[in-house]
């Protein structure tokens, strides 16, 4: 192993890092980087020093990397490819971590609710006595608020309403300050719960309200948020995206921008810039998805030229189209970062669907560009190249893009038929059924392209849909998108040549003698070794699936999933997803991972678990494991 020469190329994955992380800086001025209808308008101080803060520690390990592998000679081979591959990831996923940690960025409140007021509550992450009615109706109408809090007045009145409400149209007997005060002095309230004026530095919008303390991220959340990133997983621990304290724009900039590399690849990067002669193949082998890694050029370094330009063009057009349709910039590029990466972090709680509440026309508009950029985004960018080209006809040819929008158009037909018999399209009884067949067109087909994508935007809650079709997308998060895409998964031409590859084994069983090579497209498959490295494939992903649900089952407490056993019964359904949404690299999942749910609640040690999940989805197992063998880093 040439340790030089890796330490020497790992240094400019630090310099990306650190280069990309400049780009963050200016959204932390309101007049550049803010929503226009937010009250919060003030410079991001604590987001902006801790970028500062991060590129300055990319840059010194830029120079210790750069200082160390500097006198590097010799070539580089397959083994230093692949370690240079899973190490560049491991070195991007702690500086990406850096933004969230060095700001102080929050992830959630301090205190979770569950159904009733029965139930214990926890506080951070412990539980504590229930509640009584009264209290139970001043926590969640704090609890509803977020970290920005209530005013004096707004709460009063969602008190006295909520009080009334559960006590069946009898008044509160207590004032909600009493209330407020009576928690105030239980010890693990104590920290959790913020008066007014408490804390004078507060911005002005939330000083004088009564709120509950919001978490900073620890180190497994930084992780986990920045490994989503740059897999293109979309999965997230933030529950408020819309608290500009909470999570500043600048940094919400930051983890978009992990989506645009990771969804590039930085060895695609490294390929473009340095070139790296006869070893740009054997880094591009380990870094582009999927069994078949030929380029529309002869040199690899054009084909990640190809690749790099077309995924900057999409990202330039759908910014354009997102922005006339009504999204505002800041909103049009992170979003554009998102879907071409086939990764899914959108800048608000209810993703898409948040500008079809704003506005429902411009709202489903942006949708269907989205459906077509994702589809765009699933398919293999040489097909792209040649569409660019004028020779739209090899789109076609290609028996894997034709079988993935054949998944496509069925699975959505047959979800569209299940939920419209079960309503789950129905918005208001008096919806008629040509209505109920355009929602259950627009939202099943967006959900069905978002999951067999692996991009995870949601628009409409489809934990709520019949079993049927929630059975459904949790299958879809095992096929992914096409070789050479950004999608995650599998790959649908792996699930073509297994089908293929276990109907010749059939027939082996009962004509031992027939011998018929395995044909692709027509045509018969040269490599002798493909065949084994599909079955291996396949077998190291279920392992893979069954291990990581196992251990979340065995080992995440049942506290994570609430107080009530109706919940708990969902933990193996829950983590079962959760496992495969993240080994997939999809982001949502089922249950508590949902649609509009987060991953904020698991356990550290869990969320470290999926963090491992997700690199080895990005990676394809082989770049992720080989690190973890002793034999992989002794001298030849």
């Not at 506005?359 to 569409?387: C, H, K, Q, R």
């Amino acid at each position: 192993m040439n340790y030089r020469l890796v330490c020497r190329l790992l240094s400019i994955v630090c310099l990306i890092i650190g280069v990309t992380m400049v780009f963050s800086l200016p959204w932390a001025w309101p007049t550049i980087g803010h929503r226009t209808d937010e009250n919060f308008q003030q410079f991001e101080t604590h987001g902006f020093l801790g970028l500062v803060y991060s590129i300055l520690l990319s840059i010194i390990c830029w120079a210790v990397l750069w200082r160390i592998g500097r006198k590097s000679k010799g070539e580089l081979y397959r083994r230093e490819a692949m370690a240079i591959v899973g190490l560049s990831w491991l070195i991007a996923t702690i500086l990406g971590a850096m933004p969230y940690l060095l700001s102080g960025s929050c992830n959630k409140l301090s205190v979770r609710l569950f159904n009733s007021h029965q139930h214990a509550p926890q506080v951070y992450r412990d539980a504590v006595s229930p509640l009584s009615e009264d209290q139970y109706a001043l926590v969640q109408s704090l609890v509803a608020a977020g970290a920005r809090g209530l005013s004096k007045e707004k709460l009063a009145e969602q008190y006295n309403a909520k009080v009334t409400k559960l006590n069946k149209g009898e008044s509160p007997e207590r004032p909600f300050d009493q209330v407020f005060d009576e928690l105030r002095e239980l010890p693990h309230w104590r920290g959790a719960l913020i008066e007014p004026d408490e804390e004078p530095d507060a911005p002005k919008d939330r000083r004088n309200n009564y709120r509950i303390r919001a978490v900073p991220m620890s180190i497994a959340d930084a992780i986990f948020e920045s490994q989503s990133g740059f897999s293109t997983t979309g999965a997230t621990v933030i529950a408020d995206l819309e608290d500009p304290v909470s999570i500043p724009h600048c940094i919400l900039f930051w983890r978009s921008s992990t989506h645009f590399l990771g969804g590039l690849g930085i060895i695609v990067l490294f390929v473009v810039i340095l070139g790296q002669g006869s070893a740009g193949k054997a880094l591009m082998r380990n870094e582009m998805p999927g069994p078949s890694k030929e380029g529309s050029h002869s040199r690899m370094q054009h084909t990640a030229w190809m690749f790099a330009g077309l995924y900057c063009g999409l990202n330039l057009v759908l910014t354009v189209l997102l922005w006339l349709l009504g999204m505002n910039f800041y909103d049009a590029v992170c979003h554009a970062f998102g879907t071409l990466a086939t990764g899914g972090f959108s800048t608000y709680n209810a993703s898409l669907g948040h500008f079809v509440q704003a506005d429902p026309v411009s709202g489903a508009w942006i949708e269907y560009v989205v459906i077509v950029f994702m589809v765009l985004a699933g398919t293999n960018f040489t097909l792209l190249y040649f569409m660019m080209i004028g020779q739209a006809f090899r789109l076609i040819e290609d028996i894997e893009w034709r079988y993935y929008m054949g998944i496509i158009v069925g699975v959505t037909i047959a979800v569209m038929t299940f939920g419209m018999f079960y309503d789950d399209f129905v918005i208001d009884p008096e919806t008629s059924l040509v209505n109920e067949f355009l929602y259950a067109l627009r939202y099943g087909l967006f959900q069905v392209v978002s999951i067999i994508t692996t991009t995870g935007y949601g628009t409409h809650d489809f934990d709520q849909w019949n079993s049927f079709g929630r059975g459904v997308l949790f299958l879809l998060m095992f096929v992914g998108g096409c070789a050479g895409s950004t999608g995650g998964g599998l790959k649908v031409i792996r699930h073509i040549l297994f089908h293929k590859i276990l109907f010749l084994q059939l027939e082996k069983s009962y004509h031992p003698t027939v011998v018929r090579p395995l044909r692709l497209g027509g045509k018969p498959v040269d490599d002798p070794e493909l065949q084994n490295n599909i079955l291996i494939y396949f077998s190291l992903i279920l392992v893979l699936f069954v291990f990581g649900w196992l251990s979340v089952v065995t080992l995440e407490p049942d506290s994570t999933w609430g107080a009530s056993e109706e919940h708990i019964e969902h933990k193996l359904i829950d983590s079962a997803t959760a496992v495969a949404a993240t080994l997939n690299n999809v982001g949502p999942g089922l249950g508590i991972i949902g649609a509009t749910q987060n991953y904020a609640n698991f356990t550290s040690w869990t969320k470290l678990l999926f963090t491992a999940l997700m690199m080895i989805g990005r990676l394809e197992i082989f770049a992720v494991l080989v690190l973890f063998m002793p034999r992989f880093w002794r001298s030849r």
